[in-house]
């Protein structure tokens, strides 16, 4: 069976929150008329890149992940509009990684794509595991605008044998967001305002993988 891979630019903001920070009210935001119910997922990644680190350098990540509705390998290349990911899904017959003792094993599509930026062997840095619920932000007509997800994370740094965890929220624009930059930047401006009533703060971390790193 080939692996067929999907792109799609991701636009979302990351905010930092305690634990016991409450959910804010995610109607006050413009377009937002109702909230999904909430939908737990549970996510377990490891990220992978060269010994020297050639994907890191050419702002790349390389993770495998399961759990979730896009479960599968994933290239994150970070663009000035936001991160684009093509996810390949996980092949039972020749994807090797399921074991999470065991090293997965890059899939020939996988490595085909990464070519032009980097070449194995790779190794895993971290694993990432994230008790994440998630939550459908929809519009008038029933659209999603946006997905919200609550994650509570643990992360282990494999280089440094280091664990950390913390609770961190992301909103990620959908395809009922607006097309205009500016009412895309009035949205998460809106959501700046409502998390930091709640008590939190925009994340200074671009991803999770930086931050399991210490980075």
């Given at each position: 069976m080939s692996i067929e891979p999907l792109s799609a630019l991701e636009i979302e903001r990351k905010y930092?929150?305690?634990?016991?920070?409450?959910?804010?009210?995610?109607?006050?935001?413009?377009?937002?008329?109702?909230v999904g119910e909430a939908e737990p997922r549970a996510l377990d990644a490891r990220y992978l890149d060269t010994p020297d680190g050639r994907l890191a350098a050419a702002f790349t990540a390389l993770r495998r992940r399961t759990g979730g509705p896009d479960e599968g390998w994933h290239?994150?290349?970070s663009t000035a509009e936001g991160k684009l990911e093509t996810h390949f899904p996980l092949d039972d017959r020749g994807d090797v990684g399921a074991d999470a003792d065991t090293d997965p094993v890059v899939p020939d599509a996988v490595l085909a794509a990464l070519a032009e930026v980097a070449a194995p062997p790779f190794i895993v840095l971290a694993r990432i595991r994230n008790a994440r619920t998630a939550y459908a932000l929809h519009d008038a007509a029933g659209a999603v605008v946006a997905e919200f997800?609550?994650?509570?994370?643990?992360?282990?740094?494999?280089?440094?044998?280091?664990?950390?965890?913390?609770?961190?929220?992301?909103?990620?624009l959908g395809p009922a967001a607006p097309a205009d930059p500016a009412a895309r930047a009035a949205l998460f401006a809106a959501a700046d305002r409502l998390v930091v009533e709640a008590g939190g703060r925009v994340s200074p971390s671009a991803s999770k993988l930086g931050r399991a790193l210490g980075l």
């Open positions: 930092d929150v305690g634990d016991g920070t409450p959910l804010p009210d995610w109607t006050g935001l413009p377009r937002i008329a109702s290239i994150k290349q997800v609550d994650d509570r994370v643990t992360a282990t740094d494999l280089r440094r044998g280091v664990d950390t965890s913390w609770r961190e929220w992301e909103l990620e």
